[in-house]
């Protein structure tokens, strides 16, 4: 705009001073001294100047005008193919960090959760499930139900169903890691906040794991139901499998889905979202290492809030191992309630709280951790 004004200026002032000025035709005519006749034809030759002049000018103000004109939409499209190029870097990064999550390959990512699960496992995971299944199961509490299980094969009985423990943990921790750590990266690509991506990528990758999880589980609460039982006596997770299969077809490897899948859910998205809110919200973060285990300790014991869930899976289980027909979620819920009582729900929290918090801090705070 102050360019124009300019331009505007000296078209005028120019045009002024082509007025006043006498022009080389102009003071040949005046030279001439023609009388009438030749100031009639000095007027006419000014005027014709002063119109060229003015024409001149008006057309070097339209040349830059236009120059302006086409130099500002040149400046536009650069503009605008500058903020295309960047949105289209920005979702090729978004879907390259789908398909390697967290700057990781693939193959990396399994790896480390199938090995994360198992360590949580064999280091006192399967002892702590081992109780919780009992207890569940039977009227015994933990510490009955421990001394029960020591007591009839050792302390090793407490490792019972171990290779179905380790195939298990393989594949559902390889297959939680991954799937937990793409989500979490979607979420946050599209803006979510830690504690959100921290909960859907617990949520999704529990469902997902709940695939695995339901025939392994049936297995493992098989063994420990039936343990010290008549006909029992060498029960091992093959043996248990091929009965199941053989009494059921392959589909009742399967029964008890639905309260696995609901387990899994609630346990992962429960452990992972309140394991960041107290890291990020409670800023339990910045004690460094022993920050990140306190988170885990809380974000382990707040998932125990869905041991009715569990309490009703174990049943179900329990009686596909007892070769009883089975009930409906809602069956089994008011069989608890009516004998037990609302606490009855509720049991086995405690070495179930011990086993969240053991499974939260290794398949979340060391993640964490590590920056998985």
């Known amino acids: 705009m102050r360019c124009r004004n300019i331009i505007v200026a000296s078209i005028l002032a120019s045009s002024v001073a082509a007025v006043r000025r006498p022009t080389p035709v102009a003071a040949s005519i005046r030279n001439l001294g023609s009388g009438s006749s030749s100031h009639s034809s000095h007027l006419a030759c000014r005027q014709h100047n002063i119109h ?35 949105s289209s870097v920005q979702l090729c990064s978004v879907a390259a960090g789908a398909s390697t999550p967290a700057g990781r390959s693939i193959s990396a990512t399994l790896m480390r959760g199938a090995f994360l699960r198992i360590a949580s496992d064999l280091s006192g995971g399967t002892a702590f499930e081992s109780v919780k299944c009992r207890v569940a199961a039977t009227t015994e509490n933990a510490a009955e139900a421990l001394r029960g299980i020591v007591q009839n094969g050792g302390v090793t009985a ?30 946050k690509a599209i803006g979510g906040g830690p504690a959100i991506a921290a909960l859907g990528g617990g949520l999704i990758g529990g469902i997902a794991q709940a695939l695995i999880m339901t025939p392994c589980g049936l297995v493992f609460t098989s063994l420990n139901v039936n343990r010290g039982k008549p006909g029992h006596e060498n029960d091992n997770a093959f043996s248990v499998a091929k009965q199941i299969i053989q009494d059921r077809g392959l589909a ?60 009703i899976r174990v049943l179900t289980q329990r009686d596909v191992s007892y070769r009883v027909p089975g009930k409906t979620m809602k069956g089994y819920w008011n069989e608890i309630v009516e004998r037990d009582g609302y606490p009855g729900l509720f049991r086995g929290i405690t070495p179930r709280a011990f086993q969240a918090v053991w499974q939260t801090c290794f398949m979340v705070v060391v993640p964490n951790i590590i920056g998985i």
């Open 158 to 187: 407490l490792w019972s169903g171990t290779p179905s423990r380790t195939v298990e943990g393989a594949l559902v921790g390889s297959l939680f890691m991954l799937s937990s750590t793409v989500v979490k990266a979607q979420i």
């Open 52 to 86: 060229q002049t003015t024409s001149t000018y008006v057309t070097s103000y339209q040349n830059v005008a236009s120059c302006s004109t086409a130099t500002r939409r040149r400046k536009r499209t650069r503009i605008r193919s500058g903020s295309e190029s960047e």
């Open 252 to 311: 009742g490897l399967y029964f008890g889905f639905q309260p696995m899948a609901m387990r899994q859910a609630s346990n992962w998205a429960s452990r992972a979202g309140f394991t960041e809110i107290a890291r990020s919200v409670l800023g339990l973060q910045r004690y460094g290492v022993i920050g990140e285990i306190g988170s885990g300790v809380l974000g382990g014991l707040g998932s125990c809030w869905n041991t009715p869930i569990e309490t």
